[in-house]
């Protein structure tokens, strides 16, 4: 089978693909075995189609992969919220007394003292009275106007750095090797541009709101938050002043009242405990978030990148809000997922632009992506939105739409949240989407303004197209979803257009990245399609052959990818996988070229596994078709001796080179036979292989030896056994060795008693073998035992060339049950007829 290579390796930035193993290949070697967890370079794995496997239980794979760092410490927005909660606190002590002051002044000093107090204190207690009246009873609506300010924190410097914007893209366009630094300082004004560009909508957005008219900016939303804020600074300290004083001086009059001094010191008192804990709360404010840099400490744990501040300063107020106007413990509840999945689901696009780079981050990221995605998963309202967002097609929309396919692409990575994606409806069509590639796209002439037209050319297509394909190969290792795939109207031809390579592209080497990029998924995704398993499997097989650039665009790649030998694995892997289906079998061999350039990648890699890849193509489709085996004998003259040379390299190609001659042999017809009779120069190898080899490579090789004797008699097949040191008993013996080591049928080999049979059929019917009927008689050997065996033990596994998953699709024409009777037949009846016994 297939062994994890180079393409496995090469393949992890893609995060998906399929794993390769590979030990004593199978006869024919093709059926991709997709698991669910990693992937490689082919988008399948690989088991053999020669074989039936059981697919993976669902949910298998999905799993694994390194702890979750977030799983196992505290959330590092955890911080922010234990900060609120501690804010909160302290607020909520402060408005507390406030508000006992506030009663105890007006019941007690104003209401029952009011003519006796001095006139300083009158003034104190009504100055206090209404500071501590503004602050405590306005506290929640200053924290509604910090919260709105916080929607767009950066969009008033977004308006003046505009201009800047424009001239950091246009220096990165002329010096493309910018720092990560610039590059980072680029996204953030992009950013910013977007938030504000974006945030106009039909209503009204809060930041912005005019309040009072012909005041411009000065009365704004946004604004007001900081006069608030200001106004109960002064408030507090102007509290703390007279309370200090007061109590500094106490020269309060008593005039017979004996309760009104105790009462005044009580005011005062709560009065300074009460703006003094305001006080301190701001200091603690600003020690945490100028001082320490909470804000930047904690975007640099949970990853956010650039934006990083700008979300969590929403998060944090959400959070303290909370704590303010419920319970203290409301707030602590709160994580960045679930405020993101808030965000994503909100009208205004720059909340939606925070929200959607928010999951982004936290879903590539190491750390907390499994947490992330498993929450995400589970919320069909923030699927159904990040799957919307994948049809935004504005120009102005292009950022939110890049997080989002980020989002899905990781969503996908899991089995159970792929069911998910691909189970709403029209989400397939959205990931579609992501293929278009500007090509075709409306005039300028068509298009509103210039600015919209200069947006539209520098639409990056690229990089939504290899987000799309990614997607695709990532749900395709669904069996379910390559069905919807392949109904998706044009998604199949998108992503067969996607393959094609031109020769200055593959023969380039310095060709962009992200161009060959798109070619390797496009293929992973057409590999992974063409290797779907039962009825799904063979109408995706006919649909790509049947699509007229799908060869072509292969045999391109073959003739010009000497520089990219994974994309030409993958390409062969596809012949192979098409090869099984016989109308497309037909569409390969008749595609002048491809098979010569087959034969000489078999014959001429440097690469063993890329030869073998070859080899394995061949042999699928030189498998029951005498059309493509006539191909392979017109594309060389001397096909055959390469081949038996091939068997003497004891490498991978090896196995292949059997498999390809067994098949040219039982299926080439008449009018190739006299050219096939050089075959019997491979003798000795394969006797070698039947003798020593074991499990696939011992299966095959039995296969060829019977295709061989039908080039030969029973003295000149004696003969070639003294030749290799061996006589008739011993290899009568061998045979035997292997039926009594294979009693039963062997999932892995389902072919190995068929031929061994087969040959013990051909001893006892050709010319010449009288020695060897004696011998398969010969009740201490147990030949006639061991077919008894057989005939009651034969399964329905050895009636078939070629398993799609555990559905049978090439059946051998003859029945296994039949060629064990005709052999206990002539064991029976000691016959020794001269019918050639040829079988499939």
């Known amino acids: 089978m297939k062994k994890a290579g180079a393409g496995a390796s090469a393949s992890n930035e893609d995060g998906g693909g399929v794993i390769k193993t590979r030990s004593a290949p199978p006869s024919i070697e093709i059926v991709e075995h997709r698991g669910v967890g990693s992937l490689g370079s082919g988008g399948g794995g690989s088991i053999s189609f020669s074989e039936p496997w059981r697919e993976m239980t669902p949910g298998s794979g999905s799993g ?39 009663a105890w002044a007006t019941v007690v000093l104003l209401g029952g003292f009011a003519s006796d107090l001095k006139i300083t204190d009158f003034w104190c207690i009504t100055v206090i009275l209404v500071g501590e009246g503004a602050r405590v009873f306005s506290r929640s609506h200053e924290l509604e106007w910090q919260h709105h300010a916080t929607l767009t924190s950066t969009a008033g410097n977004a308006l003046r750095s505009s201009s800047r914007f424009i001239r950091h893209v246009a220096q990165a366009i002329v010096k ?39 005041t411009g900016w000065v009365f704004v939303s946004k604004k007001i938050s900081r006069l608030l804020n200001w106004l109960q600074m002064l408030s507090a300290l102007a509290c703390v002043a007279l309370s200090v004083m007061r109590l500094w001086m106490q020269d309060f009059e008593d005039k017979g009242k004996d309760n009104m001094r105790p009462a005044l010191l009580l005011f005062y008192t709560l009065a300074l405990l009460e703006a003094s804990l305001f006080l301190l709360e701001k200091v603690y404010w600003w020690w945490k978030m100028s001082v320490r840099k909470l ?32 319970s203290i413990f409301d707030g602590i509840k709160m994580d960045l997922v679930t405020f993101a999945e808030e965000l994503i689901l909100s009208d205004f696009l720059d909340e939606q632009l925070i929200g959607v780079r928010i999951l982004q981050q936290l879903a590539t990221s190491k750390g907390s992506a499994r947490d992330t995605l498993r929450k995400l998963g589970t919320n069909p309202r923030s699927i159904e939105r990040v799957v919307e967002m994948l049809n935004w097609k504005r120009p102005g929309e292009e950022e939110v739409r890049q997080c989002a396919a980020e989002v899905v692409s990781k969503l996908a990575g899991k089995r159970q949240n792929a069911l998910r994606v691909s189970g709403i409806p029209g989400a397939i069509e959205s990931i579609m989407s992501l293929l278009y590639t500007g090509r075709g796209a409306p005039t300028s002439s068509a298009i509103t303004t210039k600015g919209a037209a200069e947006q539209d050319r520098i639409y990056d297509y690229l990089q939504f197209n290899l987000l799309g ?39 380039n080497p310095t060709a962009a990245d992200s161009q060959v990029r798109a070619v390797k998924r496009a293929l992973q995704v057409i590999k992974m399609l063409v290797y779907t398993t039962g009825g799904t499997g063979k109408v995706l097989r006919r649909d790509v052959a049947e699509n007229v650039f799908t060869v072509s665009n292969l045999r391109a790649i073959l003739q010009h990818g000497h520089q990219h030998m994974e994309l030409q694995k993958l390409a062969m892997d596809i012949l192979t996988g098409m090869a099984m289906d016989q109308r497309a079998n037909e569409t390969i061999a008749g595609t002048g070229g491809v098979v010569k350039l087959l034969l000489s990648i078999f014959f001429n890699a440097q690469e063993l596994e890329l030869g073998r890849e070859a080899g394995e193509a061949l042999a699928m489709l030189a498998l029951e078709s005498e059309a493509s085996c006539a191909a392979i004998l017109k594309a060389r003259s001397d096909v055959i001796d390469p081949l038996v040379s091939a068997l003497e ?36 190898a394969v006797l070698g292989a039947t003798i020593m080899g074991r499990d696939k490579i011992l299966e095959v090789s039995v296969g060829l030896m019977t295709q061989i004797c039908n080039f030969m008699d029973g003295e000149k097949f004696a003969a070639e056994l003294r030749g290799a040191g ?30 061994v049979v087969q040959q013990v059929v051909w001893l006892m019917t050709s010319p010449g073998c009288g020695r060897f009927m004696e011998l398969l008689r010969d009740r201490e050997l147990g030949m006639e035992r061991l077919l008894e065996a057989i005939a009651d033990t034969t399964s329905e596994v050895e009636c078939y060339h070629v398993f799609s998953g555990s559905v049978p699709i090439s059946r051998h024409r003859e029945n296994f049950c039949a060629i064990v009777e005709t052999a206990l037949h002539l064991l029976a009846a000691g016959s020794r007829g001269g019918s050639e016994g040829r079988f499939d």
Request: net charge positive; proline share 5%; with cysteine.
């Open 726 to 755: 061996l006589d008739e008993r011993a290899y009568v013996q061998r045979l035997t060795g292997i039926l009594r080591q294979y009693k039963y049928p062997v999932v892995n080999v389902p072919r190995m008693r068929r031929f």
């Open 649 to 684: 390299r004891h490498d991978a190609r090896c196995l292949n080179a059997m498999r390809l001659l067994r098949n040219l042999c039982a299926y080439s017809g008449q009018e190739h036979r006299a050219r096939l009779s050089a075959v019997t120069k491979a003798m000795p």
């Open 176 to 214: 493309p090797r910018t720092t990560a630094a610039s590059l980072a300082r680029v996204r953030a004004m992009q950013f910013q541009r977007q938030i504000v560009d974006l945030m106009k909508q039909r209503t009204w957005h809060a930041p912005d709101v005019p309040l009072l008219p012909y």
């Open 64 to 102: 694994h992969g390194s702890s979750d760092r977030r799983s196992g410490r505290d959330l590092p927005e955890k911080r922010l919220t234990l900060f609120a909660l501690r804010l909160a606190v302290l607020e909520k002590a402060a408005s507390g007394l406030g508000k006992l002051d506030f």
């Open 469 to 507: 394909l990614r997607i695709l190969k990532k749900l395709a290792r669904d069996h379910d979803n390559c069905g919807k795939i392949g109904n998706a109207r044009g998604l199949l031809a998108k992503i067969v257009e996607f393959s094609h390579a031109s020769p200055a592209l593959l023969l």
């Open 295 to 326: 804000l930047d400490q904690v975007s640099g744990e949970c990853e956010l990148g650039p934006y990083g501040l700008v979300s969590l300063k929403r998060f944090f107020y959400d959070a303290y809000s909370q704590c303010i106007e419920g």
